[in-house]
């Protein structure tokens, strides 16, 4: 009798493909199917008991995000809603420390806690490494954001990583730029990994969801409570269409990166704009960084034209292929003026377009763009 061969741990993009599948049966469900219900039979031990504090669907797709990210997976009802769940664990008084460029939901969650006297929040430049590090002493939470939204900084996660932990420093990281394809944060030994769904990982741009994983158990509950008392659930449909989204993340998000460094490439050339922020340049400051630990750069850049707010929003305006609009990570390209949103962080150029770039085809994002570009 032969001794089978052991396997070989699956790579990335397998794993998107294969993780959260039924459990194989003959004439079994290759996908599985959405559980519409909020009541259950009386359960057994560890059942699900009611539809707030658990769902075959949601199950599936944690499964498949945490094979990605290396820890336990819980699923909310959006980013934001995951990263209330893990500021509302804070004590009161609790010191945070966070970017200052972070993106504007975070930003304006962190002051609005700060108004209301629940926190004190530390504002670094999280691509500044000693900044942070000085910053530690006394932080109960290290929230980083890298690449950040929208200025594409980068952060020595490693580095840093390693030293608040020393502190007991809770580490969280908003992974949502890169995904667990491009970097593992739990690896480097944060305590939480969080991504807002809605964008990469879904792919489609037509669902609101988030998720929160870690490799600590008793965090892991802690977390979990969040959820069940704080009632920021998931829809089942809305994690179905997650779920199918993320078996193409891999080439999704190879197609996007290719396209991002192209255009990033061009537009660092082109006569109208006065700086390109996307760390895959290799001009770009935080190039060095973040070749260091990142596996791809991803498909967001940033670019400021050398004229004013207004002529920033009509090059916006005149784009036919790229989409004016504020979300990203989607299969299309789209682009904004940051600064149209007035909770965008002040250090932020009034005359910065944030482009997440899609898996068109390069040559016509980019006629589009020079076009667009011609309109001021």
């Not at 294969?18 to 959405?34: F, H, Q, Y």
């Not at 900084?153 to 809770?170: F, M, Q, R, S, Y």
């Not at 993340?249 to 192209?262: P, T, V, Y």
Request: hydrophobic share 40%.
């Amino acid at each position: 009798m032969s001794t089978p061969k052991d396997s070989r741990p699956l790579s990335p993009a397998s794993l998107v493909v294969s993780a959260g599948r039924p459990a194989v049966t003959p004439d079994g469900e290759l996908n599985p199917s959405i559980s519409l219900n909020s009541t259950f039979h009386a359960p057994n031990a560890g059942g699900a008991g009611y539809g707030r504090y658990g769902n075959e669907t949601w199950s599936a797709l944690e499964e498949a995000i945490s094979a990605l990210e290396g820890g336990r997976t819980l699923l909310f009802g959006s980013g934001m809603a995951a990263i209330s769940a893990v500021f509302n664990m804070l004590p009161h008084g609790a010191v945070i420390t966070a970017s200052k460029n972070g993106y504007s939901g975070t930003m304006s969650l962190l002051k609005k806690l700060e108004s209301d006297g629940r926190v004190d929040v530390r504002y670094v430049d999280v691509s500044n490494t000693s900044e942070v590090l000085d910053s530690l002493p006394g932080t109960v939470l290290l929230w980083l954001e890298s690449p950040t939204n929208p200025a594409l900084e980068v952060a020595d996660l490693p580095t840093i990583i390693t030293a608040a932990k020393k502190l007991n420093c809770g580490v969280g990281v908003d992974n949502t730029f890169a995904t667990a394809l491009n970097q593992q944060p739990l690896a480097m030994g944060a305590d939480i990994s969080m991504n807002s769904v809605t964008k990469f990982l879904a792919g489609h741009s037509d669902v609101l969801l988030g998720s929160l994983s870690t490799s600590d158990g008793a965090l892991f509950t802690r977390l979990e409570d969040q959820r069940k008392l704080g009632g920021a659930i998931a829809g089942p449909f809305e994690a179905w269409l997650a779920l199918r989204g993320i078996r193409t993340l891999a080439i999704r998000l190879k197609q996007s990166q290719e396209n991002a460094l192209e255009i990033a490439t061009r537009l660092s050339k082109h006569p109208k704009v006065s700086k390109v922020r996307y760390p895959g340049l290799p001009s770009d400051p935080h190039h060095a960084t973040a070749k260091k630990f990142m596996k791809g750069f991803g498909a967001v850049l940033s670019f400021e034209i050398a004229g004013s707010a207004g002529d920033a929003d009509k090059v916006c305006s005149a784009s036919k292929l790229i989409s004016q609009a504020t979300s990203l990570g989607g299969v299309e390209s789209l682009w904004e003026r940051r600064h149209r949103w007035s909770a965008e962080s002040p250090s932020i150029p009034e005359n910065l377009i944030r482009l997440s770039v899609g898996i068109e085809d390069v040559e016509d994002l980019w006629a589009d763009i020079d076009s667009a570009l011609g309109y001021y």
